[in-house]
């Protein structure tokens, strides 16, 4: 069975950073690609970055250059360092593994 637990959320100033962590249980972290998505309020849940399981790295153009993806295979963790934060950037930020598995969200406001 693997679970995620999303983690590091929490509220910032405009211009600041957050580094979001997702800790996963089961064998297969490793082995499958991970993303971060977020929904803010009103809207659909989007894709913000994504690693496959060789480090590949992909990013939504919102955030290129501001967020960086990461993985830890032997502590079965991704990360998503946050920088230059935006009041748009508020949302619920959510863990996915493999396309299947998704966490329950941490939530990010970035506010004045």
């Known amino acids: 069975q693997v679970q995620l637990v999303e983690s590091g959320g929490g509220l910032v100033q405009p211009g600041g950073s957050l580094r979001l962590s997702c800790a996963a249980s089961?064998?297969?972290?490793?082995?499958?690609?991970v993303g971060w998505y977020r929904q803010a309020p009103g809207k659909e849940r989007e894709l913000v970055a994504g690693?496959?399981?060789?480090?590949?790295?992909n990013y939504a153009d919102s955030v290129k250059g501001r967020f960086t993806i990461s993985r830890d295979n032997a502590k079965s963790t991704v990360y998503l360092q946050m920088n230059s934060l935006k009041p748009e950037d508020t949302a619920v930020y959510y863990c996915n593994l493999a396309l299947t598995y998704w966490g329950k969200g941490t939530l990010v406001t970035v506010s004045s």
């Open positions: 089961g064998s297969i972290f490793s082995i499958a690609a």
């Open positions: 690693i496959t399981r060789g480090g590949t790295t």
